[in-house]
T-cell receptor, first 122, second 110 residues
């Protein structure tokens, strides 16, 4: 199946610094990538949707200046948490999608997920 | 609006069947998914069903969809200890987003 690689898997950073998380689709072209945040024992909250070559669409309540998303190519999207604070500590998961409903390439519209990044801000 | 709901916990005895239920609100959803998340890991797509199907079976997994009631269920036959995880129901909504439920934590009793 399709593979999405997310890096790093764990990162600890000091308060006030910035952290970049990478999400790569390894064997397919991801027209759309999603970034999610998961709080402990809670569901995934969609932060933003990015399409290659265009600006990301942020969900309500997500600060676009704080969570910078770049989707420069069909295989790479990055999320940069700027001026991180302890409340930004969370599990961040990316997913890459092969297209909209009806896409036949992989039999269905599927979103393949990275393994997640555990961010701890101290 | 888009909303997906599922119960938070389920405990079953090893060898029994597990049934995890989910309800959603977007009647225009085209695909509905079940994902599994093991501790500290990302999500693994278990199975999916297209909205014009009622049932899909894949080895030990059976997905039932009642589109009229917007109800989706996942049945795991012969539940094993390795099935312990959080199971997320998700829909591909009319807004072209994947919306997740809160996740059901499945625990297995010996």
């Amino acid at each position: 199946g399709a593979v999405v690689s997310q890096h790093p898997s764990r990162v600890i950073c000091k308060s006030g610094t910035s952290v970049k998380i990478e999400c790569r689709s390894l064997d397919f072209q991801a027209t759309t990538m999603f970034w999610y945040r998961q709080f402990p024992k809670q569901s995934l909250m969609l932060m933003a949707t990015s399409n290659e070559g265009s600006k990301a669409t942020y969900e309500q309540g997500v600060e676009k200046d704080k969570f910078l998303i770049n989707h420069a190519s069909l295989t790479l999207s990055t999320l940069t948490v700027t001026s991180a604070h302890p409340e930004d500590s969370s599990f961040y998961i990316c997913s890459a999608s092969n297209g909209g409903p009806g896409t036949e390439t992989l039999g269905t519209t599927e979103a393949f997920f990275g393994q997640g990044t555990r961010l701890t801000v101290v | 609006g888009e909303d997906v709901e599922q119960s938070l916990f389920l405990s079953v005895r090893e060898g029994d069947s597990s049934v995890i239920n989910c309800t959603y609100t977007d009647s225009s959803s085209t695909y509905l998914y079940w994902y599994k998340q093991e501790p500290g890991a990302g999500l693994q797509l278990l199975t999916y069903i297209f909205s014009n199907m009622d049932m899909k079976q894949d080895q030990r997994l059976t997905v039932l969809l009642n589109k009229k009631d917007k109800h989706l269920s996942l049945r795991i036959a012969d539940t094993q200890t390795g099935d312990s995880a959080i199971y997320f129901c998700a829909e591909y909504s009319s807004a072209s987003k994947i919306i997740f439920g809160s996740g059901t934590r499945l625990s297995i009793r010996p």
